[in-house]
């Protein structure tokens, strides 16, 4: 298996709702990602996980809040949004962080807030 | 703070004609990536460049690295439609900033 697996791949919610986005990836990488990007825009990082560790863009507002169960899952669970929040979740995994591996990227939820 | 620039942000191209996309980044590394992504689309990893002098080619593109000038360019080679798409260069520092990307339109 050599993808990252991102669900749902759309997903419309209302301000008041609650949701989370699903990645997985069975590749035996150490380090997860989660960015943002809006259109027309380079993608933004916004949470990292690796070594069993959370790293987070401390320009990232807490109704983001990341969870990983275990090293193969990365959830993003999502509260209270905007509509600025609207944009494409893009998750990415590497061997380890930090190393020339390169990311594999998932194919993205694209995220409509109303 | 690590800045990555990319040049130019919009490109208009014929078919068959060829062209460069430039990289700059503000910090020293040896790693560098560029991605490609259609238009609602993931990214598509397209070359990875893990050292000063580097050289990739994979049909009509071509990428380098040069880390003493903190330089990589993207060489499109007699463009065609299919490469219409925008294209960002990544610079791997614990990790991936990306460039503002190159929307590249080919025309007829």
């Known amino acids: 298996d050599t993808e990252v697996t991102q669900t749902p791949k759309h997903l419309v919610m209302g301000m008041t709702n609650k949701k989370s986005l699903k990645c997985e990836q069975h590749m035996g990488h150490r380090a997860m990602y989660w960015y943002k990007q809006k259109a027309k825009k380079p993608p933004e990082l916004m949470f990292v996980y690796s070594y069993e560790k959370l790293s987070i863009n401390e320009s990232v507002p807490s109704r983001f809040s990341p969870e990983c169960p275990n090293s193969s899952l990365l959830n993003l669970h999502l509260h209270a949004l905007q509509p600025e929040d609207s944009a494409l979740y893009l998750c990415?995994?590497?061997?380890?962080?930090?190393?020339?591996?390169?990311?594999?990227f998932g194919s993205g939820t694209r995220l409509t807030v109303v | 703070e690590l800045k990555v620039e990319q040049n130019p942000l919009f490109l208009s191209m014929q078919e068959g004609k060829n062209y460069t996309i430039y990289c700059n980044y503000s910090?020293?590394?040896?790693?560098l990536y560029w991605y490609r992504q259609d238009p609602g689309k993931s990214l598509e990893s397209l070359f990875v460049?893990?050292?000063?002098?580097a050289v990739k080619q994979e049909g009509r593109l071509m990428a380098s690295l040069d880390t003493k000038a903190r330089l990589s360019t993207l060489h499109i080679t007699a463009a065609v439609h299919d490469l219409s798409a925008t294209y960002f260069c990544a610079v791997d520092v614990n990790d991936m900033r990306f460039g503002a990307g190159t929307r590249l339109t080919v025309k007829p």
């Open positions: 460049l893990l050292s000063n002098g």
């Open positions: 990415a995994s590497s061997l380890f962080l930090g190393r020339p591996y390169g990311y594999t």
């Open positions: 910090t020293t590394s040896d790693r």
